[in-house]
Nanobody, 114 residues
Framework: VQLQASGGGLVQPGGSLRLSCAASGRTSVIRRTRWYRRAPGKGRELVAT??????AGYVDSVKGRFTISRDDNNTIYLQMNSLKPEDTAVYYC??????????WGQGTLVTVSS
């Protein structure tokens, strides 16, 4: 499984961005996909999860602002609205397979600043 993340950039507080994570290879083995982030000087944080069945979960700090979704072409999205400076981080997508192997995409930088 290969993951290709994209969509980061610079946005003002209150703005929106949509991150994409395109999966290729043996995508049929993916059971769950996650978005993580790592803010400057901080550890990695799980932001959102979506299962193969479409169930989603979020860390409290992004609930009501971020939405994780998937399409039929093995792409996972993270729609981020009402962005705050504290959302500034490198965002990574991660896929978990049915045999508990984990795959990572390259990070995409999100900077929220005026």
């Amino acid at each position: 499984v290969q993951l290709q993340a994209s969509g980061g950039g610079l946005v003002q507080p209150g703005g929106s961005l949509r991150l994409s994570c395109a999966a290729s290879g043996r995508t049929s083995v993916i059971r769950r996909t996650r978005w993580y982030r790592r803010a400057p000087g901080k550890g990695r944080e799980l932001v959102a999860t979506i299962t193969r069945e479409g169930s989603a979960g979020y860390v409290d700090s992004v609930k009501g602002r971020f939405t994780i979704s998937r399409d039929d072409n093995n792409t996972i999205y993270l729609q981020m609205n009402s962005l705050k400076p504290e959302d500034t981080a490198v965002y990574y997508c991660n896929a978990e397979s049915t045999s508990y192997n984990y795959y990572w995409g390259q990070g995409t930088l999100v900077t929220v600043s005026s």
